[in-house]
Protein backbone atom coordinates (compact mmCIF):
# COMPACT_ATOMS: atom_id res chain seq x y z
CA UNK A 1 0.00 0.00 0.00
CA UNK A 2 2.91 2.26 0.78
CA UNK A 3 4.59 1.33 -2.15
CA UNK A 4 1.28 2.24 -4.27
CA UNK A 5 0.62 5.79 -2.41
CA UNK A 6 4.66 6.11 -3.28
CA UNK A 7 4.25 5.73 -7.06
CA UNK A 8 1.41 7.77 -7.09
CA UNK A 9 2.78 10.94 -5.47
CA UNK A 10 6.25 10.24 -7.32
CA UNK A 11 4.00 10.19 -10.88
CA UNK A 12 1.82 13.45 -9.66
CA UNK A 13 5.44 15.65 -8.84
CA UNK A 14 6.92 14.18 -12.40
CA UNK A 15 3.69 15.29 -14.34
CA UNK A 16 4.17 18.43 -12.44
CA UNK A 17 7.17 19.22 -12.80
CA UNK A 18 7.42 18.15 -16.36
CA UNK A 19 4.33 20.93 -17.26
CA UNK A 20 6.39 23.61 -15.91
CA UNK A 21 8.38 25.47 -18.97
CA UNK A 22 12.21 25.46 -18.40
CA UNK A 23 13.48 29.11 -17.56
CA UNK A 24 16.46 30.10 -19.37
CA UNK A 25 16.34 33.45 -18.02
CA UNK A 26 14.70 36.17 -16.11
CA UNK A 27 14.05 39.34 -16.73
CA UNK A 28 12.58 42.45 -14.78
CA UNK A 29 10.08 44.79 -16.43
CA UNK A 30 10.14 48.32 -14.65
CA UNK A 31 6.31 48.56 -15.50
CA UNK A 32 2.82 46.54 -14.06
CA UNK A 33 1.60 43.91 -16.50
CA UNK A 34 -0.47 44.78 -19.43
CA UNK A 35 -3.76 42.17 -17.96
CA UNK A 36 -6.90 41.52 -19.65
CA UNK A 37 -9.02 41.70 -18.62
CA UNK A 38 -7.29 45.30 -16.81
CA UNK A 39 -8.00 45.15 -13.34
CA UNK A 40 -5.03 47.13 -12.59
CA UNK A 41 -6.10 49.79 -9.63
CA UNK A 42 -9.30 49.23 -9.54
CA UNK A 43 -12.47 49.03 -6.74
CA UNK A 44 -14.31 46.07 -6.06
CA UNK A 45 -17.08 44.62 -4.03
CA UNK A 46 -16.22 42.63 -1.13
CA UNK A 47 -18.41 40.00 -2.67
CA UNK A 48 -17.74 40.07 -6.56
CA UNK A 49 -16.61 36.66 -8.23
CA UNK A 50 -13.11 35.85 -8.46
CA UNK A 51 -10.95 38.39 -11.03
CA UNK A 52 -9.41 35.85 -13.11
CA UNK A 53 -7.05 37.78 -15.26
CA UNK A 54 -4.20 37.25 -17.95
CA UNK A 55 -1.90 39.55 -19.80
CA UNK A 56 -2.01 40.66 -23.69
CA UNK A 57 0.00 38.05 -24.48
CA UNK A 58 -2.66 35.60 -23.61
CA UNK A 59 -2.24 33.28 -27.38
CA UNK A 60 1.85 33.04 -26.29
CA UNK A 61 1.90 32.47 -22.44
CA UNK A 62 3.48 29.33 -21.21
CA UNK A 63 3.33 29.88 -17.31
CA UNK A 64 1.98 32.25 -15.29
CA UNK A 65 1.75 33.23 -11.28
CA UNK A 66 0.76 35.59 -9.21
CA UNK A 67 1.60 36.83 -5.28
CA UNK A 68 -1.01 38.49 -3.24
CA UNK A 69 -0.13 40.22 -0.51
CA UNK A 70 -2.53 40.97 2.11
CA UNK A 71 -2.76 44.10 4.12
CA UNK A 72 -2.06 41.56 7.17
CA UNK A 73 1.07 40.73 4.83
CA UNK A 74 -0.56 37.18 4.52
CA UNK A 75 0.74 35.89 1.43
CA UNK A 76 -1.53 34.12 -1.44
CA UNK A 77 0.17 32.24 -4.53
CA UNK A 78 -1.35 30.99 -7.64
CA UNK A 79 -0.34 29.94 -11.16
CA UNK A 80 -1.93 29.02 -14.45
CA UNK A 81 -0.49 27.66 -17.39
CA UNK A 82 -1.56 31.34 -19.55
CA UNK A 83 -4.34 32.85 -17.18
CA UNK A 84 -5.17 32.76 -13.24
CA UNK A 85 -8.19 31.14 -11.99
CA UNK A 86 -8.33 31.74 -8.51
CA UNK A 87 -9.94 29.21 -6.10
CA UNK A 88 -13.43 30.35 -4.68
CA UNK A 89 -12.78 29.59 -0.79
CA UNK A 90 -8.98 31.51 -1.22
CA UNK A 91 -10.55 34.19 -3.12
CA UNK A 92 -13.16 34.59 -0.50
CA UNK A 93 -10.68 34.66 2.07
CA UNK A 94 -8.70 37.33 0.14
CA UNK A 95 -11.89 39.96 0.12
CA UNK A 96 -13.02 39.28 4.09
CA UNK A 97 -9.53 39.71 5.18
CA UNK A 98 -9.25 43.09 2.97
CA UNK A 99 -12.32 44.87 3.28
CA UNK A 100 -11.52 48.54 3.07
CA UNK A 101 -8.30 48.24 2.18
CA UNK A 102 -5.84 47.86 -0.62
CA UNK A 103 -4.61 44.10 -2.35
CA UNK A 104 -1.22 43.97 -3.63
CA UNK A 105 -0.28 41.46 -6.63
CA UNK A 106 2.74 40.75 -7.92
CA UNK A 107 2.85 38.97 -11.98
CA UNK A 108 5.06 37.31 -13.45
CA UNK A 109 4.63 35.10 -16.92
CA UNK A 110 6.78 33.15 -18.93
CA UNK A 111 6.95 33.39 -22.67
CA UNK A 112 9.43 31.77 -24.94
CA UNK A 113 10.96 30.29 -21.85
CA UNK A 114 11.93 33.47 -20.46
CA UNK A 115 10.28 34.47 -17.29
CA UNK A 116 9.46 37.99 -16.84
CA UNK A 117 8.84 39.51 -13.61
CA UNK A 118 6.76 42.85 -13.52
CA UNK A 119 5.93 45.70 -10.96
CA UNK A 120 3.45 44.91 -8.31
CA UNK A 121 -0.02 46.65 -8.68
CA UNK A 122 -3.17 47.05 -6.45
CA UNK A 123 -6.42 46.48 -5.98
CA UNK A 124 -8.90 47.95 -3.53
CA UNK A 125 -11.43 46.13 -1.63
CA UNK A 126 -14.26 47.79 -0.99
CA UNK A 127 -16.56 47.70 2.29
CA UNK A 128 -19.92 47.95 0.07
CA UNK A 129 -21.48 44.43 -1.32
CA UNK A 130 -22.68 44.52 -5.31
CA UNK A 131 -26.46 43.29 -5.70
CA UNK A 132 -25.84 39.62 -6.13
CA UNK A 133 -27.30 39.25 -9.72
CA UNK A 134 -27.15 41.18 -13.28
CA UNK A 135 -29.84 41.02 -16.03
CA UNK A 136 -29.17 41.49 -19.51
CA UNK A 137 -30.08 40.83 -23.24
CA UNK A 138 -27.09 39.42 -25.02
CA UNK A 139 -27.83 40.10 -28.55
CA UNK A 140 -25.86 40.26 -31.80
CA UNK A 141 -24.08 43.36 -32.53
CA UNK A 142 -26.23 43.91 -35.73
CA UNK A 143 -28.95 46.78 -36.69
CA UNK A 144 -31.80 44.42 -37.82
CA UNK A 145 -30.64 40.77 -36.92
CA UNK A 146 -32.31 39.29 -33.55
CA UNK A 147 -32.81 35.51 -34.96
CA UNK A 148 -30.91 34.41 -31.43
CA UNK A 149 -30.86 36.62 -28.63
CA UNK A 150 -32.58 36.54 -25.23
CA UNK A 151 -32.36 37.90 -21.25
CA UNK A 152 -30.26 36.30 -18.90
CA UNK A 153 -29.25 36.18 -15.22
CA UNK A 154 -25.81 36.33 -13.91
CA UNK A 155 -24.69 35.46 -10.42
CA UNK A 156 -21.78 38.02 -9.87
CA UNK A 157 -20.96 36.19 -6.60
CA UNK A 158 -19.53 33.78 -9.18
CA UNK A 159 -19.78 32.61 -12.51
CA UNK A 160 -22.96 30.95 -12.87
CA UNK A 161 -25.46 32.24 -16.00
CA UNK A 162 -28.76 31.46 -16.51
CA UNK A 163 -31.31 32.39 -19.64
CA UNK A 164 -34.30 33.47 -17.99
CA UNK A 165 -36.72 33.34 -21.54
CA UNK A 166 -34.59 33.08 -25.25
CA UNK A 167 -36.29 34.01 -28.48
CA UNK A 168 -36.61 30.49 -30.27
CA UNK A 169 -39.15 29.80 -27.40
CA UNK A 170 -41.51 32.40 -29.03
CA UNK A 171 -41.06 32.67 -32.77
CA UNK A 172 -37.46 34.38 -32.82
CA UNK A 173 -38.87 37.82 -31.82
CA UNK A 174 -37.11 40.27 -30.23
CA UNK A 175 -37.51 40.59 -26.10
CA UNK A 176 -36.22 43.65 -24.64
CA UNK A 177 -37.08 46.51 -21.84
CA UNK A 178 -36.54 43.91 -18.80
CA UNK A 179 -37.34 46.04 -15.79
CA UNK A 180 -36.81 45.42 -12.04
CA UNK A 181 -38.61 47.24 -8.77
CA UNK A 182 -35.60 48.13 -6.57
CA UNK A 183 -34.00 45.02 -7.88
CA UNK A 184 -36.99 43.00 -7.11
CA UNK A 185 -37.41 40.40 -9.96
CA UNK A 186 -40.92 39.77 -8.64
CA UNK A 187 -41.83 42.18 -9.24
CA UNK A 188 -40.64 42.91 -13.16
CA UNK A 189 -41.66 43.72 -16.71
CA UNK A 190 -40.27 42.85 -19.88
CA UNK A 191 -41.71 43.64 -23.89
CA UNK A 192 -41.77 41.22 -26.42
CA UNK A 193 -41.84 42.27 -30.60
CA UNK A 194 -43.40 40.22 -33.47
CA UNK A 195 -46.36 38.71 -33.85
CA UNK A 196 -46.66 37.76 -30.63
CA UNK A 197 -46.13 41.35 -29.67
CA UNK A 198 -46.95 41.79 -25.47
CA UNK A 199 -45.81 43.75 -22.76
CA UNK A 200 -45.19 41.14 -19.59
CA UNK A 201 -45.91 42.09 -16.31
CA UNK A 202 -44.50 39.38 -13.34
CA UNK A 203 -45.80 39.33 -10.04
CA UNK A 204 -44.15 36.74 -8.14
CA UNK A 205 -45.08 33.49 -10.16
CA UNK A 206 -48.39 35.26 -11.69
CA UNK A 207 -47.14 36.25 -15.08
CA UNK A 208 -49.92 38.73 -17.33
CA UNK A 209 -49.51 39.33 -21.26
CA UNK A 210 -50.93 42.61 -21.46
CA UNK A 211 -51.62 44.89 -25.11
CA UNK A 212 -50.44 47.92 -24.55
CA UNK A 213 -51.96 49.70 -27.29
CA UNK A 214 -55.07 51.94 -27.15
CA UNK A 215 -56.97 53.69 -28.64
CA UNK A 216 -55.66 57.31 -27.14
CA UNK A 217 -51.92 56.13 -27.23
CA UNK A 218 -51.67 53.87 -30.44
CA UNK A 219 -47.72 52.85 -29.92
CA UNK A 220 -46.22 50.33 -27.30
CA UNK A 221 -44.76 50.86 -24.27
CA UNK A 222 -41.08 50.77 -23.40
CA UNK A 223 -38.12 52.04 -21.30
CA UNK A 224 -39.76 50.74 -18.36
CA UNK A 225 -39.02 52.25 -14.61
CA UNK A 226 -40.81 50.94 -12.01
CA UNK A 227 -42.36 53.33 -9.14
CA UNK A 228 -40.97 52.56 -5.59
CA UNK A 229 -44.62 51.11 -4.25
CA UNK A 230 -44.53 49.00 -7.16
CA UNK A 231 -48.20 50.35 -8.26
CA UNK A 232 -47.18 52.10 -11.43
CA UNK A 233 -44.60 51.70 -14.07
CA UNK A 234 -43.16 54.28 -16.35
CA UNK A 235 -42.95 53.79 -20.04
CA UNK A 236 -42.40 55.90 -23.27
CA UNK A 237 -43.99 54.90 -26.50
CA UNK A 238 -41.65 55.73 -29.44
CA UNK A 239 -42.03 55.54 -32.96
CA UNK A 240 -38.79 54.31 -33.41
CA UNK A 241 -36.58 54.49 -36.48
CA UNK A 242 -33.15 53.82 -37.95
CA UNK A 243 -30.63 55.20 -40.37
CA UNK A 244 -27.60 55.16 -41.29
CA UNK A 245 -24.39 57.36 -42.27
CA UNK A 246 -22.34 57.33 -45.25
CA UNK A 247 -19.21 58.67 -43.90
CA UNK A 248 -18.92 58.81 -39.56
CA UNK A 249 -17.55 57.10 -36.86
CA UNK A 250 -21.35 56.59 -35.25
CA UNK A 251 -22.20 54.09 -38.51
CA UNK A 252 -26.02 54.31 -37.31
CA UNK A 253 -28.54 56.66 -35.68
CA UNK A 254 -31.46 55.90 -33.83
CA UNK A 255 -34.24 58.58 -33.21
CA UNK A 256 -37.76 58.60 -32.97
CA UNK A 257 -40.44 59.98 -34.97
CA UNK A 258 -43.00 60.38 -32.14
CA UNK A 259 -42.46 59.84 -28.35
CA UNK A 260 -44.51 60.55 -25.31
CA UNK A 261 -44.04 59.72 -21.90
CA UNK A 262 -47.04 57.15 -20.07
CA UNK A 263 -47.53 56.00 -16.73
CA UNK A 264 -48.78 52.64 -15.84
CA UNK A 265 -51.34 52.12 -13.07
CA UNK A 266 -51.57 48.50 -12.47
CA UNK A 267 -54.37 49.03 -9.93
CA UNK A 268 -56.92 50.58 -12.20
CA UNK A 269 -55.23 49.11 -15.36
CA UNK A 270 -54.68 52.35 -17.17
CA UNK A 271 -52.21 54.39 -18.91
CA UNK A 272 -52.41 58.00 -17.44
CA UNK A 273 -50.31 61.08 -18.56
CA UNK A 274 -49.77 65.12 -18.35
CA UNK A 275 -50.93 67.39 -21.11
CA UNK A 276 -47.43 68.49 -20.56
CA UNK A 277 -46.03 65.33 -22.24
CA UNK A 278 -48.90 64.40 -24.50
CA UNK A 279 -48.41 67.31 -26.96
CA UNK A 280 -47.02 68.29 -30.88
CA UNK A 281 -44.52 71.10 -29.59
CA UNK A 282 -42.36 68.24 -27.41
CA UNK A 283 -40.78 64.61 -27.67
CA UNK A 284 -40.19 63.04 -24.43
CA UNK A 285 -38.80 59.71 -23.65
CA UNK A 286 -36.55 57.44 -21.07
CA UNK A 287 -38.65 57.82 -17.80
CA UNK A 288 -37.47 57.37 -14.28
CA UNK A 289 -39.04 58.15 -10.98
CA UNK A 290 -37.22 59.24 -8.03
CA UNK A 291 -36.78 57.05 -5.12
CA UNK A 292 -39.40 58.43 -2.70
CA UNK A 293 -41.71 58.29 -5.99
CA UNK A 294 -42.12 62.28 -5.53
CA UNK A 295 -40.96 62.49 -8.74
CA UNK A 296 -40.51 61.48 -12.36
CA UNK A 297 -37.54 62.40 -14.37
CA UNK A 298 -37.50 62.31 -18.62
CA UNK A 299 -35.59 63.98 -21.59
CA UNK A 300 -37.02 66.34 -23.85
CA UNK A 301 -36.55 67.91 -26.69
CA UNK A 302 -38.09 70.23 -29.34
CA UNK A 303 -40.26 68.58 -31.86
CA UNK A 304 -38.90 68.68 -35.35
CA UNK A 305 -38.56 66.83 -38.50
CA UNK A 306 -35.69 63.52 -37.33
CA UNK A 307 -35.45 62.46 -41.15
CA UNK A 308 -33.86 65.95 -42.31
CA UNK A 309 -32.46 66.98 -39.20
CA UNK A 310 -31.27 63.62 -38.13
CA UNK A 311 -28.05 65.29 -36.09
CA UNK A 312 -29.88 68.43 -34.75
CA UNK A 313 -32.20 66.76 -31.86
CA UNK A 314 -30.57 67.65 -28.32
CA UNK A 315 -32.44 66.55 -25.16
CA UNK A 316 -32.25 67.89 -21.59
CA UNK A 317 -33.67 66.36 -18.71
CA UNK A 318 -36.11 67.49 -16.68
CA UNK A 319 -38.83 66.61 -13.72
CA UNK A 320 -42.29 66.91 -12.98
CA UNK A 321 -44.00 66.48 -9.82
CA UNK A 322 -46.12 63.32 -9.06
CA UNK A 323 -48.77 62.51 -6.49
CA UNK A 324 -49.19 58.45 -6.27
CA UNK A 325 -52.39 59.25 -3.89
CA UNK A 326 -54.56 61.17 -6.41
CA UNK A 327 -52.17 60.04 -9.15
CA UNK A 328 -51.73 63.20 -11.05
CA UNK A 329 -49.45 65.29 -12.23
CA UNK A 330 -47.36 68.58 -11.28
CA UNK A 331 -48.85 71.59 -13.42
CA UNK A 332 -44.77 72.53 -14.41
CA UNK A 333 -41.58 70.93 -15.52
CA UNK A 334 -38.20 71.88 -14.26
CA UNK A 335 -35.29 71.62 -16.15
CA UNK A 336 -32.47 69.71 -14.33
CA UNK A 337 -29.85 69.28 -17.19
CA UNK A 338 -29.69 71.99 -19.92
CA UNK A 339 -27.27 70.49 -21.96
CA UNK A 340 -28.56 71.90 -24.79
CA UNK A 341 -26.68 75.07 -23.67
CA UNK A 342 -23.25 73.06 -24.59
CA UNK A 343 -24.63 71.84 -27.87
CA UNK A 344 -25.07 68.46 -26.71
CA UNK A 345 -27.85 66.22 -25.47
CA UNK A 346 -28.20 64.06 -22.36
CA UNK A 347 -30.27 60.63 -22.20
CA UNK A 348 -31.01 57.97 -20.00
CA UNK A 349 -31.57 59.73 -16.44
CA UNK A 350 -30.97 57.79 -13.57
CA UNK A 351 -31.32 58.25 -9.86
CA UNK A 352 -29.29 56.88 -7.29
CA UNK A 353 -31.58 54.63 -4.36
CA UNK A 354 -30.54 56.95 -1.58
CA UNK A 355 -31.99 59.99 -3.99
CA UNK A 356 -28.10 62.14 -3.82
CA UNK A 357 -27.35 61.92 -7.60
CA UNK A 358 -28.48 61.30 -11.18
CA UNK A 359 -26.58 59.60 -13.39
CA UNK A 360 -27.22 60.04 -17.20
CA UNK A 361 -25.26 60.25 -20.49
CA UNK A 362 -23.95 63.28 -22.15
CA UNK A 363 -23.46 62.54 -26.61
CA UNK A 364 -23.31 65.35 -29.19
CA UNK A 365 -26.97 65.02 -29.93
CA UNK A 366 -30.12 63.11 -30.10
CA UNK A 367 -30.58 59.76 -27.38
CA UNK A 368 -29.79 56.67 -28.53
CA UNK A 369 -26.48 57.02 -26.97
CA UNK A 370 -25.48 53.40 -27.64
CA UNK A 371 -24.02 53.83 -31.29
CA UNK A 372 -22.28 57.49 -30.01
CA UNK A 373 -18.43 56.86 -29.86
CA UNK A 374 -18.50 60.04 -28.12
CA UNK A 375 -21.26 59.38 -25.42
CA UNK A 376 -19.75 58.95 -21.72
CA UNK A 377 -21.16 59.33 -18.35
CA UNK A 378 -22.12 62.09 -16.09
CA UNK A 379 -23.38 62.64 -12.90
CA UNK A 380 -25.62 65.31 -11.36
CA UNK A 381 -25.84 65.76 -7.74
CA UNK A 382 -28.96 66.33 -7.05
CA UNK A 383 -27.95 68.09 -3.39
CA UNK A 384 -25.71 71.24 -5.39
CA UNK A 385 -26.93 70.72 -8.92
CA UNK A 386 -23.40 70.49 -9.94
CA UNK A 387 -23.44 67.96 -12.83
CA UNK A 388 -19.64 67.00 -13.80
CA UNK A 389 -18.47 63.82 -16.24
CA UNK A 390 -17.52 60.09 -14.50
CA UNK A 391 -13.93 60.79 -16.19
CA UNK A 392 -12.09 57.45 -14.05
CA UNK A 393 -14.63 55.28 -15.13
CA UNK A 394 -15.46 56.94 -18.97
CA UNK A 395 -13.38 56.07 -22.19
CA UNK A 396 -12.51 57.12 -25.09
CA UNK A 397 -15.51 54.91 -26.97
CA UNK A 398 -18.87 54.54 -25.98
CA UNK A 399 -20.36 54.58 -22.33
CA UNK A 400 -24.31 54.20 -22.71
CA UNK A 401 -27.07 52.33 -20.83
CA UNK A 402 -26.59 52.43 -17.07
CA UNK A 403 -28.18 51.57 -13.60
CA UNK A 404 -27.34 51.34 -9.94
CA UNK A 405 -26.95 49.05 -7.19
CA UNK A 406 -29.51 49.05 -4.35
CA UNK A 407 -26.58 50.37 -1.99
CA UNK A 408 -25.99 53.56 -4.64
CA UNK A 409 -22.40 52.78 -4.13
CA UNK A 410 -22.36 50.49 -7.76
CA UNK A 411 -23.00 51.34 -11.15
CA UNK A 412 -23.19 48.71 -14.46
CA UNK A 413 -23.32 50.18 -17.86
CA UNK A 414 -22.98 49.22 -21.58
CA UNK A 415 -19.39 49.91 -23.13
CA UNK A 416 -17.76 49.49 -26.54
CA UNK A 417 -14.00 49.85 -25.01
CA UNK A 418 -12.29 47.04 -26.12
CA UNK A 419 -12.95 46.51 -29.84
CA UNK A 420 -15.54 49.26 -30.33
CA UNK A 421 -18.17 46.82 -31.78
CA UNK A 422 -19.21 44.76 -29.01
CA UNK A 423 -20.47 46.22 -25.90
CA UNK A 424 -19.39 44.67 -22.62
CA UNK A 425 -21.49 44.89 -19.31
CA UNK A 426 -18.77 47.01 -16.89
CA UNK A 427 -19.07 48.15 -13.39
CA UNK A 428 -17.94 51.40 -11.54
CA UNK A 429 -17.88 52.16 -8.15
CA UNK A 430 -19.33 55.22 -6.84
CA UNK A 431 -17.62 56.78 -3.87
CA UNK A 432 -19.18 58.83 -0.96
CA UNK A 433 -18.42 62.05 -2.89
CA UNK A 434 -19.99 60.82 -5.59
CA UNK A 435 -17.14 60.54 -7.49
CA UNK A 436 -16.35 57.07 -9.99
CA UNK A 437 -13.60 54.97 -9.81
CA UNK A 438 -12.16 52.71 -12.44
CA UNK A 439 -14.29 50.57 -14.52
CA UNK A 440 -13.68 46.94 -14.52
CA UNK A 441 -15.52 44.31 -16.73
CA UNK A 442 -17.89 41.76 -15.26
CA UNK A 443 -15.65 38.76 -14.07
CA UNK A 444 -15.89 35.29 -16.46
CA UNK A 445 -14.30 32.71 -15.18
CA UNK A 446 -12.06 32.44 -18.26
CA UNK A 447 -10.48 35.35 -18.95
CA UNK A 448 -10.50 35.18 -23.10
CA UNK A 449 -14.65 34.74 -22.52
CA UNK A 450 -15.49 38.18 -23.76
CA UNK A 451 -12.64 38.13 -26.50
CA UNK A 452 -14.88 35.04 -27.92
CA UNK A 453 -18.09 36.33 -27.44
CA UNK A 454 -19.84 37.06 -30.76
CA UNK A 455 -22.91 38.60 -28.74
CA UNK A 456 -23.33 42.38 -27.02
CA UNK A 457 -24.19 42.86 -23.54
CA UNK A 458 -27.67 44.87 -23.56
CA UNK A 459 -29.95 46.84 -20.87
CA UNK A 460 -27.91 45.22 -17.72
CA UNK A 461 -29.77 45.89 -14.87
CA UNK A 462 -28.59 44.88 -10.83
CA UNK A 463 -31.18 43.05 -9.17
CA UNK A 464 -31.30 41.51 -5.35
CA UNK A 465 -32.69 37.98 -6.50
CA UNK A 466 -32.20 35.94 -9.34
CA UNK A 467 -34.71 36.43 -12.77
CA UNK A 468 -36.86 33.48 -12.89
CA UNK A 469 -39.77 32.58 -15.57
CA UNK A 470 -42.12 29.66 -15.96
CA UNK A 471 -41.05 28.82 -19.82
CA UNK A 472 -43.64 27.07 -20.11
CA UNK A 473 -46.58 29.10 -19.03
CA UNK A 474 -44.89 32.25 -20.54
CA UNK A 475 -44.89 30.18 -24.17
CA UNK A 476 -48.83 29.00 -23.75
CA UNK A 477 -49.99 32.43 -22.67
CA UNK A 478 -48.85 34.80 -25.23
CA UNK A 479 -49.78 31.75 -28.07
CA UNK A 480 -53.11 31.48 -26.30
CA UNK A 481 -53.67 35.11 -27.50
CA UNK A 482 -55.65 35.92 -24.50
CA UNK A 483 -53.91 39.11 -23.37
CA UNK A 484 -54.99 41.89 -20.73
CA UNK A 485 -55.88 45.19 -23.11
CA UNK A 486 -54.61 48.58 -20.98
CA UNK A 487 -57.12 51.11 -20.45
CA UNK A 488 -56.93 54.78 -20.20
Known amino acids: MNFVKFIFVFILSFSLFSCSPTIKETKKVESTPVLWP ?42 GDNYID ?55 PGYQIYSKMGIYCRNLTNFEQNAVVENKLINSNCINCHSFCKGNTDLSTFHIRGDLGSTVLKNNDNLTICNAKTEKYKLNCVYPYWHPSGNFIAYSQNNTVQSFHCSDENRVEVFDMESRVVVYDIQDNKLISSPLFDCDTTFTSEPSFSPDGKYLYFISTDTLNMLRKTTEPIYDICRIEFNSESKTFGNSVDTLVKASLDSCSAAFPRPSYDGKYLLYTKCDYGQFAIWHTEADLWLLNLETNQTYPLSKANSNNVESYHSWSTNSHWIVFESRRDDGFYTRAYIAYIDDNGQA ?52
Open 38 to 79: DYIGVTIPNNIAPMNFSTINFDSIQFIDVKVVLPNNEEFYFS
Open 86 to 140: FPFDKWTDILQKSKGQNIELYVSEVINNIKYVYNPFSIFIANYEIDPFLCYRLIS
Open 437 to 488: QKAFVVPQQNPEHNRNLMYSYNVPEFATSEFKIDKAILENKLKNGEKLQFGY
